[in-house]
């Protein structure tokens, strides 16, 4: 149940429950079920023929499924374990953050015929699931420290620039809006009417934070040099002629591991979780006294 890591089986279980969605609907109960769901070639697929079909493909991995829900519904209920609004907010944040934005997301939930309110759903369970076992796992100052140690790049703060541009496609347009930007004209107003960079012209040209890495190299050097506030003259790469605006600069700043302990403490949670789910589990199907008949009818 719980999928906290992040590799790509953390988000499987979502699109397993939505299996299990599709046995429900069309099962409604256990009894003989003849209506017809499909036919061919004059025969008749049945209700009936299609949740045995469903069951014998899935349907382990969907009851298990259900038999962890209920054992974790059960133990957050009696240890009161609340989960907030701005808790399953983040875990969405996460998740959104995953797929590469709402977008990406948003068409694997289609793709999947899941909703929004369905992961929420799962989320809600898997920050239960935290709040349940957290309290029973121990990091050691040593295991911080080593983390640290072995990661101390992830940890350091690269210098970024908030930068704007307008791009256009000769010299004599670069500087033409150069002299406007210097007669103070308002450069969101210039960019939306004359950027030819229509990911950001609407924006007024805003990129965000950048790092070194991320711009091709003349536009790079140019931003990296500039103080903030100030405005480039035209700088040519292979795109054109752009005209940069620095926003504001975020210095270059070295690892700090009393800084960083909370957020080692988490990464290290993160990892023993689901050791330590696998453990609690079986131990609560042991105490919860789960019998499977299903698994009992396939042997």
């Known amino acids: 149940m719980f999928e906290k890591l992040r590799?790509?089986?953390k988000y499987q279980m979502l699109?397993?429950?939505?299996?299990?969605?599709?046995?429900?609907?069309?099962?409604?109960?256990?009894?003989?079920?003849?209506?017809?769901?499909?036919t061919v070639g004059g025969k008749n697929i049945t209700k009936d023929e299609l949740y045995q079909r469903l069951v014998e493909q899935n349907g382990a991995q969907v009851l298990d499924s259900l038999i962890t829900e209920k054992i974790i519904e059960a133990e957050a209920q009696k240890q009161n374990i609340k989960v907030t609004e701005a808790e399953l907010d983040k875990e969405m944040t996460d998740i959104i953050d995953y797929y590469g934005g709402e977008d990406?997301?948003?068409q694997?939930?289609?793709s999947a015929g899941y909703s929004t309110d369905d992961v929420k759903k799962d989320m809600k369970r898997n920050v239960e699931v935290k709040k349940l076992l957290e309290?029973?796992?121990?990091?050691?100052e040593d295991e911080m420290k080593k983390y640290f140690d072995d990661n101390r790049e992830t940890f350091a703060q690269q210098e970024q620039v908030k930068a704007s541009h307008i791009l256009v496609d000769s010299l004599e347009k670069a500087q033409e809006v150069k002299k406007k930007l210097s007669e103070g004209e308002d450069f969101v107003k210039i960019a939306k009417e004359n950027s030819l960079d229509t990911s950001n012209k609407d924006q007024g040209g805003e990129l965000g934070y950048i790092t070194k890495g991320q711009m091709v190299p003349e536009f790079e050097n140019a931003v990296f040099s500039m103080e903030a506030g100030e405005i480039s003259d035209p700088i040519k790469t292979e795109y054109g002629y752009h005209i940069i605006k620095v926003e504001n600069i975020i210095e270059a700043k070295e690892a700090n591991y009393e800084e960083s302990k909370?957020?080692?403490?988490?990464?290290?949670?993160e990892q023993k979780l689901p050791d330590a789910y696998d453990t609690w589990m079986k131990e609560k199907q042991s105490e919860y006294k789960v019998t499977n008949y299903l698994e009992d009818n396939n042997k």
Do not use: H, M
């Open 104 to 106: 990406a997301f948003n």
């Open 135 to 140: 309290p029973s796992i121990t990091i050691t």
């Open 262 to 269: 909370d957020q080692i403490k988490d990464t290290l949670i």
């Open 7 to 9: 590799n790509r089986k």
């Open 15 to 38: 699109f397993v429950v939505f299996l299990l969605l599709v046995i429900t609907a069309v099962t409604g109960c256990q009894s003989q079920n003849e209506e017809i769901v499909a």
């Open 108 to 110: 694997a939930l289609a």
